[in-house]
Antibody, heavy 117, light 108 residues
Framework: QVQLQESGPGLVEPSQTLSLTCTVSGNSIRSGGYYWTWLRQVPGKGLEWLGFIYYTGSIDYNPSLKSRLDMSVDTSENQFSLKLTSVTAADTAVYYC?????????WGQGILVTVSS | EVVMTQSPATLSVSPGERVTLSCRASQSISSNLAWYQQRPGQAPRLLIYGASTRAAGVPARFSGSGSGTDFTLTISSLQSEDFAVYHCQQYNGWPWRTFGQGTKVQMK
């Protein structure tokens, strides 16, 4: 059974960098065939796709956030990661990692990240 | 960017009723549309992909239809566990995926 789990700090200060990791079990990232994705959801609002990384390291980002985003993959640990720089209160959201094959089939439970001093 | 618009924003219904949710794309997305169910405090759950194909384990009371710009999710007989927010999402505008704002199905 495929499972994803987000981890990282739940509180980040304004202007700092938000860093999250997604640990995957039940599916080797190295096996290919899927896009490993980050999304977020401001509480009470809709979902926003942030970007994906493929096991080869190929990446694509949401154009609206591209200048602040950095994603990476560690196939030896079966993890992929997100960094979002220069955060503001507008980046407060629940962050999800997900596997995309045909649509987003598997999701992590989500992690609430609050940007506040 | 493909903009997805869902209607209505909120739907008040009773268990056993037939429910129809709409999703419209700002340009044609063929059948590259998915629907998700999100219960409070949970991650979204994939219901439908390819506009009309049910994901594994999804009850048959959920069905999707449409192509191009207009899509519908139908719940044939609403069960208590179906009270949730439903999101549509397009995956035609490669590589960027966009979601609608969601429709909340609540008890009347």
């Amino acid at each position: 059974q495929v499972q994803l789990q987000e981890s990282g700090p739940g509180l980040v200060e304004p202007s700092q960098t938000l860093s999250l990791t997604c640990t995957v079990s039940g599916n080797s990232i190295r096996s290919g065939g899927y896009y490993w994705t980050w999304l977020r959801q401001v509480p009470g609002k809709g979902l926003e796709w942030l970007g994906f990384i493929y096991y080869t390291g190929s990446i694509d980002y949401n154009p609206s956030l591209k200048s602040r985003l950095d994603m990476s993959v560690d196939t030896s640990e079966n993890q992929f990661s997100l960094k979002l720089t220069s955060v503001t209160a507008a980046d407060t959201a629940v962050y999800y990692c997900a596997r995309e094959g045909v649509a987003f089939e598997y999701w992590g439970q989500g992690i609430l990240v609050t940007v506040s001093s | 960017e493909v903009v997805m618009t869902q209607s209505p924003a909120t739907l008040s219904v009773s268990p056993g009723e037939r429910v129809t949710l709409s999703c419209r794309a700002s340009q044609s997305i063929s059948s590259n549309l998915a629907w998700y169910q999100q219960r409070p405090g949970q991650a979204p759950r994939l219901l439908i992909y390819g506009a009309s194909t049910r994901a594994a384990g999804v009850p048959a009371r959920f069905s999707g239809s449409g192509s191009g710009t207009d899509f519908t999710l139908t719940i044939s007989s609403l069960q208590s566990e179906d009270f949730a927010v439903y999101h549509c999402q397009q995956y035609n505008g490669w590589p960027w995926r966009t979601f609608g704002q969601g429709t909340k199905v609540q008890m009347k």
